[in-house]
């Protein structure tokens, strides 16, 4: 027999609990931004509405089903299972740092406060939880395949992320490898840059939008389903050992750009979560492409 559907939400502490953590209470959090001339109740208000979103979807799961609760923090400790349905309460972010955990459960996005998130990822209110839920378990029920971009080092370890991977130097040194594409007749140079980033169609509404504008916008931004990825080296340096012709390109579906580090140590980390940072040591080669696993996000 079948286990019934578990839904699960995932969210995150909110401002107002990480301020009273610090301070205290409730008032010692006030006398803070006061002084800093800020007033405690826009925290306070953006916190209530989170918490009645959380009870509105809560309340909106099917009585047959199954429930449990998973914090940001816990995410890397959580073991999501096949028949999860994943119900992300907040802001468009938290979409992306619970992606890398899942393989092909179907996310729910729920926007806690509309208006200040873009709402890319979050799509829905929490008055649409109901309708939701019963579309995942309908063969119509309809969810984009959104593409994501995976690292994949020579030692097995493996980056998943749906906005971009990040490799470079810890901090702000400079990162020394050697760079190319798997078909492009072995063609490497070796670099001293900023890092490299390498984004999805997702993440051409963020960082790597940011980087792309900055060039000029000459590449095509790919779309979220498309499998095409952007990448760019940042802040590439010419000089007699390195140099700058491979600064930004496109990967289709089946390439695969390839860097091999020449610093005492490198790391790769996706949309953001430097805590969760792959290390790559000299002489190590990452290879970062379209990733084979998809986020199913309900339309």
């Not at 995150?12 to 006030?30: I, M, N, S």
């Not at 926007?111 to 929490?126: A, E, F, I, S």
């Not at 798997?182 to 940011?210: F, Y």
Request: proline share 4%.
């Amino acid at each position: 027999m079948s286990l019934a559907p578990r839904a699960v939400l995932v969210h995150r502490t909110t401002e107002y609990e990480e301020l009273v953590a610090r301070h205290g209470t409730h008032g010692q959090a006030a006398f803070f931004l006061s002084s800093r001339g800020r007033d405690i109740e826009e925290v306070a208000e953006r916190h209530r509405r989170t918490r009645r979103a959380l009870t509105e979807v809560t309340s909106a799961i099917p009585l047959t089903w199954r429930r449990t609760r998973v914090e940001r923090a816990d995410l890397d400790r959580f073991l999501f299972a096949p028949e999860d349905v994943v119900v992300v309460v907040g802001q468009d972010g938290l979409v992306a740092n619970v992606a890398k955990y899942l393989a092909g459960q179907p996310v729910l996005g729920i926007d806690t406060d509309p208006g200040r998130n873009p709402g890319v990822l979050v799509r829905h209110r929490p008055a649409d939880a109901a309708r939701l839920f019963e579309s995942t378990q309908s063969a119509s029920g309809g969810c984009d395949e959104l593409t994501m971009v995976e690292a994949v080092a020579d030692d097995t370890q493996r980056l998943v992320a749906l906005n971009e991977i990040y490799l470079g130097a810890a901090g702000h040194r400079t990162a020394r490898y050697r760079l190319g594409l798997e078909d492009d007749g072995g063609v490497v140079e070796a670099q001293a840059s900023s890092g490299v980033i390498v984004g999805t169609g997702t993440g051409a509404t963020g960082w790597i939008r940011s980087v792309w504008q900055e060039r000029g916008g000459r590449l095509r931004l790919p779309s979220p389903t498309e499998e095409r990825l952007l990448w760019f080296v940042r802040e590439a340096w010419p000089s007699p050992a390195t140099g700058t012709s491979l600064v930004a390109g496109e990967l289709a579906a089946a390439t695969r750009l390839r860097l091999t580090v020449e610093s005492e140590r490198l790391v790769a980390f996706g949309d953001g979560m430097e805590t969760d940072a792959v290390e790559l040591t000299w002489g190590q080669t990452v290879r970062v492409g379209v990733c084979r696993e998809r986020l199913r996000l309900a339309g």
